[in-house]
């Protein structure tokens, strides 16, 4: 059976997430990581950061929000129960601190069979509130036996 | 670390997530997929119990990254790119190692691995940090 492509360049409607110091404080304690910036303000601002800031891999907290629409939709139509998440790329910009607004975009880069497995490739474009770019994600799901 | 060169060991880092650490994960990313938090959910799918999730692991990968050559400097990592092979397990360790493979200026390229035991389960990582 041929592998369904109709989703390529499609985009989804974008998604903005408020950053807050709570959060970034959550996500820094569950991965152990313990520089007093992701904690502190007085410690964030005293190393140049506007606020608290997140730690690079917190991306996956307002970029997964932007993600979930397009892996969900039938027009894309990937197969759940044999899917795995094969690969990630993060490139970042800008730091991301407490107070950002963060709006995130999704798109199907890719749709492709290789050796009887669909490879599902999704874009994510993260700015900021000045409109800068903060993090572009890439992430390549797995669909095996399409 | 203006000494660093290529075939330079990174330190290592080793982390043992507890029994409960999918659950807060599941938490602080907002990512509730049954098989990183259900045990009999999980084993329902074939799976030998819950398992991490992938974007944990790489979040241990990037620590290891940071913490290693930037002294956890949130602004030193520029760019990570991995791929999930083998499934993390909770409460085995993680061990995280990594060797530097180029070195241009403050811009250095790093190759990582996260592996349980014989299980890698994050290979061919690359880390690109700005120093």
Request: aromatic fraction near 8%; charge should be negative; glycine fraction near 10%.
């Amino acid at each position: 059976m041929a592998l369904k492509t109709d989703a390529v360049g499609k985009s989804w409607p974008s998604t903005t997430y408020q950053v807050g110091r709570e959060k970034i404080k959550e996500y820094a304690t569950v991965l152990g990581i313990e520089n007093p910036v992701h904690f502190d303000v007085d410690a964030a601002r005293a190393a140049g950061f506007r606020d608290v800031v997140a730690p690079p891999m917190f991306v996956v907290v307002y970029s997964m929000r932007a993600l979930a629409p397009a892996m969900f939709d039938p027009e894309v139509g990937m197969n759940f129960a044999t899917m795995v998440h094969g690969g990630q790329t993060f490139e970042w910009a800008e730091p991301v601190c407490s107070g950002d607004e963060i709006t995130t975009t999704a798109r199907c880069v890719s749709i492709e069979e290789k050796l009887g497995n669909g490879f599902y490739v999704f874009e994510t474009t993260s700015v900021n509130g000045d409109g800068a770019e903060v993090v572009r994600g890439t992430w390549t799901n797995i669909v095996r036996g399409v | 670390m203006a000494d660093l060169k290529p075939g330079d060991a990174i330190p290592e880092l080793k982390v043992t997530p507890d029994k409960y650490l999918p659950h807060r994960y599941a938490g602080a990313s907002g990512d509730f997929n049954p098989i990183h938090i259900d045990e009999e959910f999980a084993r329902s799918v074939g799976l030998p119990s819950n398992i991490l999730h992938g974007l944990y692991s790489m979040g241990v990968v990037a620590k290891a990254a940071a913490q290693g050559l930037a002294g956890g400097d949130p602004r030193a990592l520029k760019k990570l790119t991995v791929q999930f092979r083998g499934m993390g397990l909770p409460e085995q360790e993680i061990d995280v190692t990594g060797t530097v493979k180029e070195v241009e200026g403050d811009r250095i390229t790093v190759a990582l691995e996260a592996a349980q035991g014989d299980n890698r389960i994050i290979r061919n990582a690359e880390a690109e940090l700005e120093l």
